[in-house]
């Protein structure tokens, strides 16, 4: 009985916890109470530490674990109905209630906390349309490391966000002041910075998440939608991974807005975000069938021009080829150093983007391409490798103007080596995202690493030394055979792919 009733108390109090929250929030609104911050704050982080547990014990305790899970997910939503709807509001209230002359960078951070909460409802429910299909085609939905990771992620992130929001400061040993109050406070004072990477992070899940559900769910939905009509399905099925490939020219388009208030960092995170959807919608695409040709019964010609690969070559062209070089250009006449200004930055930023585009259009005319290889290295390594050393380039020239000079050489020989060794074409490659899918023990590894650095100032070292251990890659890898390098799961043939 005790079990039970805890499942209750944890399943159903969530809710609860939060609308008063929400109560909370309005009374900071209205009357700027330290009392209410203090107390909203606690209710979440107490609501918090129920989402993390609830389903746990809902999957564990009898009679009715079933039951318990779907009362999980409904009371989730239910959640996230409320919470992230009054983050949007909180962070447009502090914005200009608390700093009237704010900056761009502030401004930026409001309207990228609007688009990420917008996401998370989206995501929900995309995700339970596709569970429900999957119900009635008989298929017992399973969570994926997409989901557990962004549901793990979701219930921190709304609590930190809330403590940012409607945080007020109180006056100094006024009635309020407590111990808790002063230790809840210097969350609402974190930087803007940190605050980035943290909603970056669960903006890239949160997208991973919803192609993770396309890619297992997407066949079962469009059995009952389509009635056998081929065409129509691909038409629709196509949506999704065409879906991603513009989400990974936003991710770059966003990375240079990031880099023109020298959020260089910043940046960087995002270009990564669009080298994930740029693995996504390819493996989505194959794991929807739209790279198989259509059986010869259907009577309809196959377009000439296929939309689909049009649209990936223009999204790698600006994420991983144009917005690479404007970083640079930008990076370079950002900074008041007489020796930086000897150096052509115009044209090796252009030579770079074109060499880029070269590279994009010979891998798409290729008549024999290596299955699991690439000729050349690729386009979003070769943009993730130029741009980590700017990351020391603006780090130094914020804090040791000494060593610009030498990161600004470095950085522009780069340029110029990753422009020619994208289009050394005997030089073959490994499909990184692939071999992640084979070795799952890497992606972990490669993450866990990542999450590490990017809260010290060694991000970027980390970064050019990853990319330097691709660049010598081919050493070793030379030795897989092509239909091993092609496989995205360990069990998959050579035939499983494109």
Known sequence: MISKKATAILV???????????????????????????????LLFISMTFDLVDGWFAARFQPHPTLAQLADRIMDKLVYSIIFPLIA????????NLSPHYSRIELLHAIFVLLMCIAVLVRDNFASFMRNFAIRQGQEPEPSEFTRLRTIVAAPVSALLYAHAFYVPEIPNGPATSKLYVWISWLGNLPVRGLFFIEILFFIITFGSIAAYCRKYGNYCLDDLCLDDEVLRRRILSFFPNALTVMNAMMGLLAVFFAYEWRFREAFMLLIGAAMFDKLDGAVARRLGLTTPLPEAVDRPLPKINVGGVMDDLADGVSF?????????????????????????????????????????????????????????????AALFVTAPLIMLSQAAQSAPDWVPFWGI??????????????????????????????????????????????????????????????????????????????????SGPGDQR
């Open 12 to 42: 159903y109090g969530r809710p609860l916890l939060v609308f008063a929250g929400m109560l909370c929030a309005i009374g900071v609104m209205w009357n700027r109470s330290p009392v209410l911050y203090t107390l909203g704050v606690t």
């Open 89 to 96: 509001v909180g962070i447009m209230w502090r914005l200009v």
């Open 321 to 381: 080829c144009i917005v690479p070089a404007w970083m640079f250009y930008i990076a370079f006449s950002g900074i008041q150093d007489p020796f930086i200004h000897k150096i052509a930055a115009g044209p090796i930023a252009v030579f770079y983007a074109l060499m880029g585009i070269i590279r994009l259009i010979y891998f798409t005319l290729d008549k024999s391409p290596i299955p699991g290889f690439f000729k050349g290295m690729p386009t979003p390594a």
């Open 410 to 491: 470095f950085c522009a020989a780069l340029m110029v080596f990753n422009a020619i060794i994208m289009n050394l074409y005997p030089i073959h490659y490994l499909h990184l995202g692939r071999f992640m899918s084979r070795q799952p023990w890497f992606a972990r590894c490669t993450l866990l690493l990542l999450f590490v650095f990017v809260f010290t100032p060694y991000l970027g070292h980390f970064a050019f030394c990853y990319g330097f251990l691709y660049l010598l890659s081919p050493l070793v890898t030379w030795r897989i055979a092509p239909d091993v390098a092609e496989k995205e799961t360990r069990n």
